[in-house]
């Protein structure tokens, strides 16, 4: 059954999720600069999906992904960075990037059955 909604997407979903994580994590953080960086990268993830969904091509689709993938990759270096910079424990750390992960796991199994798809 082909997915008619960018909301029905599981990767998605699971961006929505992780935003909520990020918005929520760095809520007290006094470093502005940082901390709206990092919600704009990660927003960034989520509606990049939803434009390329909407989008009239899988060529299309697929350039907006892999832009999420981009903003996904941004986040995960800076929540490395977060915990050198004393602004998360490094088990929260470790919680976070590990979602980034399968959101990139995710991402590209979206983008490889695009291509597959002619």
């Known amino acids: 059954m082909a997915v008619k909604r960018f909301e029905d997407l599981i990767v998605w979903q699971k961006a929505q999720e992780l935003a909520v994580i990020i918005y929520n994590d760095f809520q007290e953080c006094k470093d502005f600069g940082f ?35 981009g903003s ?16 998360l424990s490094k088990w929260r750390a470790d919680e976070i990037i590990e979602i980034t992960n399968e959101v990139s796991r995710l991402l590209y199994g979206l983008i490889k059955s695009i291509k597959t798809v002619r």
């Open 35 to 69: 901390r709206d960086q990092i919600r704009r990268a990660f927003v960034s993830v989520s509606n990049n999906i939803a434009e390329g969904f909407e989008r009239s091509s899988n060529a299309d689709f697929s350039k907006f992904l892999y832009y999420s993938l």
């Open 72 to 87: 996904n990759s941004e986040v995960r270096s800076m929540i490395y960075l977060s915990v050198r910079l004393n602004l």
